[in-house]
């Protein structure tokens, strides 16, 4: 790579951002069709972009939801790797308005950030790639390897024509690795390689005891109270020291190496007490709270109702009661499998007198890792560190990013999750915004991660 | 008594019923101060009934909370006996209404049964006692008594301004003894002396962890979740065999002689199963259900809530959980101790990492019981039997009315439970209602009674 390159986007830095400015100042939210004409322009901006920059077979595809945005760059020839690109052009509702110090799709620069919805999930993301590409194409006249790109409209509502598209054209998408930066670094100016995710499942728990809410002085003593039940099942399920007491829930988990725990023990302490407000952290027995969020299955129950919850007292024996589950799970589990496990377990603690009925999720996910000394990740946190000088740590997540399960699941290639978010983005709420020398450096990286992956 | 004051019941029966159905039109729903006005409305209903037939100091009385109607009736002369009658105009909210088969206030009559919030519980009841006071004074002149008149607004909710006019004003509501139509039969058509209520007791238990719903990715593992925690307190207080594990809990319970568990055992069988739908019964390990039912201790979970009870998931972690308690009372046993012994039970339990808070009702009931051979009472066995042509039978119950107990702790005179409600009542619960024919058959035992207690 030349020093040209790199040059060029500090020459043409004001009139990047202002391009910057134009994209985020599209409104393109998925989930309000009120928006349809805005999704169609943040999608019309992207093709029109890669064009001008000389990407091939750009196109808007008609989806049942929103269009996709495709391109490819095939100039670094048959014996250049191919990356495939993945981002977003659709953005979160920016409402409550009200609570932004400025308009969200007015971008505004504050405090050495910008201000506006999307700038940092994703189109502030997206756009950097664009600009490293344009950067490489106006200076050297080619990219050093073959991109395809691949921006959908509908991530922020579940990303379901992406999951049509990837299967019908499972061919147009393939390539050797792919390159997603839709995340973040634990830490402004750390430079973070997320090479694990987690998978998730979940179930729904439905108790049915009488079929009316009965009177507790006329039937409590004859009659099994829902509530109850439901507690005794769910009590069943985890123990107070966090441990998962499902029989198999732990059977495929992947376990936890010396040198994992090491770079687990390595991440910045997040204090999870600080920003929760709880008096002491709580994680499985034999962990610590960090190698359990990051590295260990997780069951929590997200919500439960039943019987009277007004104000005061309502003497009854409710007639049902609802539990939500979801598990996050870790490399080595099959969602499908612990979905059995936890129905096997739940029809097994039931107590007699009520019915007790189990709804499985339709969308789960596997867990995602790749081998942190896998090249392409070696290359991606000698980028990081040479662009803002600092050592590269690795991190696995809680969170689950349903692309990446299906990207593996289909093409089974290395993903490289290069996330440039901080912590502090707001990322789906008021006053998202993003740092502006995160810019620059984010941009450097890139320039010198494909340098290094390409030919 | 002369047949005249029967005839006039059966003369002007169509005109009684649509008085009752106005009654019950107002929706006098205690609990919702949405419905102040029709909580006024029912008071006033009650007043101008009583002064049109002649009852003397007719007046809604201004309480802390709702209204209580008060007024007497003198004209039986010094040497008369005095009653004092209660009952209750309030009524339990008629939510979820999607479930009634017409509008709860829309009084309507379908398979002889008049179908209503309230019907049975109690205004239905309340209004039989007033048809026939105005029986009586329309052909007799005169009633074979001297009575008290005391209906409140605030039975559904815990009596709390009762308690405090009772305590106030002791001789303006002071009596020989008190009748209350607040109850049922064990079957349609066979008259029933409850002789002992329960008392109760409750609590509300809020667990609160995180200050904010936190992503269950990025904090699974690290944070207690409220609704697990919730659960594990809840499956720790009774267990599978219906025990209550609360330590101390059964130690002042006054056992069941072989006598009473004979008594029990004579109540014609109530089908637990075919009233409610469930496919078995359960009850104390020990007890069968009507035992259990009638003569133990009960606690049930009346509702809970936490985290996302909407469709599908939402992958949260609840910030806090709450459940309702309440339990049932057998004689022996404190209602402050119980409650105390509950909260005991529940800070040993609870779990590190979140906060448990125990809040106690205010207003809690000891059991009641009175001797079976009281001639007051066996006067009202003799007049149920003439009225519906069956031997009477005694039964404790399971319910409580702690109007009961206070008036026992006040004045300590007999209290004759004179109910005429039946199994498919449904109170408190969608389609309440009551049978027609029972409206009949009650009021002419009402008749019958005063005549015997009467002068």
Redesign the interface.
């Known amino acids: 790579m030349s020093e040209q390159a790199l040059n060029y986007l500090k020459d043409n830095r004001e009139r990047l951002l202002a391009k910057l400015t134009d994209f985020l100042a599209i409104p393109s939210v998925s989930t309000d069709s009120a928006h349809k004409d805005d999704i169609e322009k943040a999608a019309d901006f992207i093709v029109t972009y890669l064009k001008d920059i000389g990407f091939e077979n750009a196109e808007k595809q008609a989806t049942a939801g929103h269009p996709l945005v495709y391109a490819e760059y095939n100039g670094a020839g048959p014996n250049a790797p191919t990356v495939l690109f993945y981002g977003h052009y659709d953005v979160q509702p920016a409402d409550p308005l009200e609570l932004w110090d400025s308009d969200p799709f007015k971008p505004e620069v504050r405090n050495e950030r910008l201000y506006a919805r999307g700038s940092s999930d994703d189109k502030g993301q997206v756009f950097m790639h664009l600009a490293v590409f344009e950067a490489y194409m106006k200076t050297e006249g080619k990219l050093p390897l073959n991109v395809k790109v691949c921006i959908e409209g509908e991530e922020e509502i579940g990303s379901e024509s992406l999951y049509e598209v990837l299967h019908k054209k499972k061919e147009q998408f393939n390539a050797d690795f792919a390159v997603i930066s839709d995340s973040g670094m634990v830490a402004k100016n750390q430079p973070t390689i997320l090479y694990g995710l987690?998978g998730?499942t979940?179930i729904e728990i439905t108790v049915t005891?009488?079929?009316?809410?009965?009177?507790?002085?006329?039937?409590?003593?004859?009659?099994?109270?829902p509530?109850?039940a439901?507690?005794?099942i769910?009590?069943?399920m985890?123990d107070?020291e966090?441990v998962v007491t499902v029989k198999g829930f732990y059977d495929d988990v992947e376990p936890l190496t010396s040198e994992e725990r090491e770079l687990i023990e390595k991440v910045p302490g997040e204090d999870?007490t600080n920003a929760?407000?709880?008096?002491?952290?709580?994680?499985?027995k034999g962990?610590t709270?960090?190698?359990?969020?990051?590295g260990?299955p997780?069951l929590?129950?997200?919500?439960?109702?039943?019987?009277?919850?007004?104000?005061?007292?309502?003497?009854?024996?409710?007639s049902t009661?609802?539990?939500?589950i979801?598990c996050?799970l870790v490399p080595g589990q099959d969602p499908v499998r612990i979905q059995n496990l936890l129905e096997d377990h739940i029809n097994k603690v039931a107590?007699?007198?009520?019915?007790v009925e189990v709804t499985k999720?339709k969308l789960s996910a596997k867990a995602y890792k790749v081998e942190p000394n896998h090249p392409l990740i070696k290359k991606a946190a000698t980028a990081y560190t040479k662009a803002f000088g600092k050592e590269t740590i690795y991190v696995r997540?809680?969170?689950?990013i349903p692309v990446v399960e299906w990207l593996e699941d289909i093409y089974n290639f290395p993903i490289v999750l290069l996330g440039f978010g901080t912590p502090d983005d707001r990322l789906h709420s008021p006053n998202e915004s993003f740092p502006i020398d995160s810019f620059d450096k984010g941009m450097e990286t890139l320039m010198y991660y494909w340098n290094e992956v390409g030919y």
Chains 1, 2 share one sequence.
């Open positions: 987690k998730f979940g005891g009488p079929d009316h809410d009965l009177h507790s002085g006329m039937y409590g003593g004859a009659i099994r109270n509530i109850m439901l507690s005794h769910l009590s069943s985890k107070k966090e999870y929760t407000g709880v008096d002491q952290t709580i994680s499985e962990y709270a960090k190698e359990h969020t990051m260990r997780t929590e129950i997200n919500g439960i109702y039943g019987g009277y919850q007004g104000e005061g007292t309502k003497t009854i024996i409710p009661a609802v539990a939500k979801t996050r107590p007699t007198g009520v019915t999720e997540m809680g969170g689950s």
